[in-house]
């Protein structure tokens, strides 16, 4: 049986990935079999095992891409930024704003996606995972601390109280008025975080 060419395994990889991306976000990766990620590009089920171990490769792989893309977003959103009130309200809104209308991003945060992907996670890469967000947001915090962090909270309490402030993106649906909330709640944490207590 006649092998793949490279041109041919470029794009059987990179249709999956494309169909995986539109499958994963409208079904998530519970729902989602490996016949219905090949059967769009054409290949049989046992084919995908060539291009990835598991459909949860496939979704880290996915998620890992999404992930890049949201950083490089942010870096463009805060090229310019100095004032650490200012860049903490454009990264909260940036944040917030993908995983209000992404929901390969909204999974990063969502228990039940990152349940059964931990599944596939020693704890030490799970232990990684989640530094390497603090390491992200601590990235830019580092650039403000000058410019008005609070003298007695480092970058890495700041970013977990940033990461925290994420959350109310998940219970949208609890609110009334979720926009205000939203709203509300980046002042709040902008202004918290930044605030000359000094006087």
């Given at each position: 049986m006649?092998?793949?060419?490279d041109?041919?395994?470029?794009?059987?990889e990179?249709?999956l990935?494309?169909?995986g991306?539109?499958?994963?976000?409208?079904?998530?990766l519970?729902k989602?079999?490996?016949?219905?990620l090949?059967e769009?590009?054409g290949?049989?089920p046992?084919?995908?095992?060539?291009?990835?171990?598991?459909k949860?490769a496939?979704?880290?792989?996915?998620l890992?891409?999404e992930?890049?893309?949201?950083v490089?977003?942010?870096?463009e959103?805060l090229?310019?930024?100095?004032?650490?009130?200012t860049?903490i309200?454009?990264l909260l809104?940036?944040?917030?704003?993908?995983?209000e209308?992404?929901?390969l991003?909204r999974?990063?945060?969502?228990?039940d996606?990152l349940g059964h992907?931990?599944?596939?996670?020693?704890d030490?890469?799970?232990?990684?995972?989640?530094?390497q967000k603090?390491?992200l947001l601590?990235?830019?915090l580092?650039?403000?601390?000058?410019?008005?962090?609070?003298?007695?909270e480092?970058?890495?309490?700041?970013a977990?109280?940033?990461r925290?402030?994420?959350?109310?993106?998940?219970?949208?649906?609890?609110f009334?008025?979720?926009?205000?909330?939203?709203d509300?709640?980046?002042d709040v944490?902008?202004?918290?975080?930044?605030a000359?207590?000094s006087?």
């Amino acid at each position: 049986m006649r092998g793949f060419t490279d041109a041919e395994r470029e794009r059987i990889e990179r249709e999956l990935v494309d169909v995986g991306r539109e499958l994963f976000a409208q079904y998530g990766l519970s729902k989602t079999t490996i016949a219905d990620l090949t059967e769009p590009v054409g290949v049989a089920p046992s084919t995908f095992y060539q291009f990835f171990d598991s459909k949860e490769a496939l979704y880290l792989h996915i998620l890992e891409g999404e992930g890049e893309r949201l950083v490089a977003r942010l870096h463009e959103s805060l090229a310019d930024v100095d004032d650490a009130e200012t860049g903490i309200r454009t990264l909260l809104d940036v944040v917030m704003g993908e995983l209000e209308t992404n929901p390969l991003i909204r999974a990063l945060v969502s228990a039940d996606e990152l349940g059964h992907l931990q599944s596939q996670f020693t704890d030490a890469e799970a232990a990684d995972a989640r530094a390497q967000k603090t390491a992200l947001l601590e990235s830019f915090l580092d650039q403000w601390e000058e410019t008005g962090l609070l003298a007695d909270e480092g970058p890495s309490v700041v970013a977990d109280v940033l990461r925290a402030a994420t959350f109310v993106t998940l219970y949208r649906e609890e609110f009334d008025d979720y926009g205000r909330v939203r709203d509300a709640l980046v002042d709040v944490v902008a202004v918290g975080v930044t605030a000359d207590r000094s006087d």
